[in-house]
């Protein structure tokens, strides 16, 4: 991606004021402007998705749902996976981010995949029982996130598989087993995030270990373009739904 797109890029997401009355205008009034730009300049800033959606091994004739999907691109990392799926749904609330998916769609000739514009707090989007449910840096964005966790949990089989990729901060005394963030992170990130209605918390990680018994967990941070420096913590968790749940 050139320079210039970049910057075009970083002023929409640093000044470019977001409005609308409710949380699916603010995400297209967000999100209509850079669609179009968005993977490349994401591809640097929101990390851990490659190696999730490449970790997760849906069974033959799985059925997925990517909550908050936005333009598809994190299902590139299944490469002839995406094949053996029965169905392939990418949800999410904005048409802009949903119009670049259905190009892509097309280009890759994906042929179980299909895009749907929802809320994913409303309720189960599909009828269908899930195999794999998938949240890529959607769940800060997600003011009721409980209610989309609880949806996805609903929707998935017992034994399915959730992935969750996202940024967060540690708690202040976290378990031995996790990374503890100094102050400095665990009180900046939530004030740069918000600017963007993006809602960093130790809460989404804990909801998932407690509701969901864990495969793996991965505590990282990666640098934000061009500002020196600076890391943002992020996650990936993956986890799978209990019999008899
Ligand atoms: C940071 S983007 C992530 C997109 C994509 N998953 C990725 O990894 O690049 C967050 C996405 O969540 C979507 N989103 C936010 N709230 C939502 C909701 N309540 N229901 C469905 N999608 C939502 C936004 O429209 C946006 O496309």
């Given at each position: 991606?050139?320079?210039?797109?970049?910057?075009?890029?970083?002023?929409?997401?640093?000044?470019?004021?977001?409005?609308?009355?409710?949380?699916?205008?603010?995400?297209?009034?967000?999100?209509?402007?850079?669609?179009?730009?968005?993977?490349?300049?994401?591809?640097?800033?929101?990390?851990?998705?490659?190696?999730?959606?490449?970790?997760?091994?849906?069974?033959?004739?799985?059925?997925?749902?990517?909550?908050?999907?936005?333009?598809?691109?994190?299902?590139?990392?299944?490469?002839?996976?995406?094949?053996?799926?029965?169905?392939?749904?990418?949800?999410?609330?904005?048409?802009s981010m949903l119009d670049v998916a259905k190009?892509?769609?097309?280009?890759?000739?994906?042929?179980?995949?299909?895009?749907?514009?929802?809320?994913?707090?409303?309720?189960?989007?599909?009828?269908?029982?899930?195999?794999?449910?998938?949240?890529?840096?959607?769940?800060?964005?997600?003011?009721?996130?409980?209610?989309?966790?609880?949806?996805?949990?609903?929707?998935?089989?017992?034994?399915?598989?959730?992935?969750?990729?996202?940024?967060?901060?540690?708690?202040?005394?976290?378990?031995?087993?996790?990374?503890?963030?100094?102050?400095?992170?665990?009180?900046?990130?939530?004030?740069?995030?918000?600017?963007?209605?993006?809602?960093?918390?130790?809460?989404?990680?804990?909801?998932?270990?407690?509701?969901?018994?864990?495969?793996?967990?991965?505590?990282?941070?990666?640098?934000?373009?061009?500002?020196?420096?600076?890391?943002?913590?992020?996650?990936?968790?993956?986890?799978?739904?209990?019999?008899?749940?």
């Amino acid at each position: 991606m050139s320079f210039l797109a970049d910057l075009k890029t970083l002023y929409q997401v640093t000044f470019r004021p977001i409005r609308g009355q409710d949380h699916a205008s603010r995400m297209e009034s967000f999100y209509g402007a850079q669609a179009a730009g968005y993977d490349a300049f994401r591809e640097r800033l929101l990390k851990g998705r490659a190696e999730m959606y490449q970790a997760i091994d849906p069974p033959q004739g799985a059925v997925w749902i990517d909550m908050g999907g936005g333009t598809g691109a994190n299902l590139e990392q299944l490469g002839d996976r995406i094949h053996s799926l029965s169905r392939c749904v990418i949800v999410d609330i904005s048409q802009s981010m949903l119009d670049v998916a259905k190009q892509r769609i097309q280009r890759r000739g994906w042929q179980h995949v299909e895009t749907l514009q929802a809320d994913v707090t409303a309720g189960p989007v599909v009828s269908e029982p899930v195999d794999v449910v998938t949240f890529s840096y959607s769940l800060t964005m997600i003011p009721d996130w409980p209610l989309a966790l609880e949806t996805a949990k609903s929707m998935l089989k017992p034994g399915g598989t959730i992935g969750v990729v996202d940024f967060y901060i540690s708690r202040k005394h976290p378990s031995e087993a996790q990374r503890r963030h100094r102050w400095f992170t665990r009180s900046f990130w939530p004030i740069w995030f918000a600017v963007n209605n993006v809602y960093p918390t130790p809460d989404h990680l804990a909801y998932l270990q407690s509701h969901f018994d864990q495969i793996s967990l991965h505590e990282s941070s990666a640098g934000v373009p061009y500002v020196p420096l600076l890391k943002s913590p992020y996650y990936w968790f993956i986890g799978r739904k209990r019999e008899g749940e």
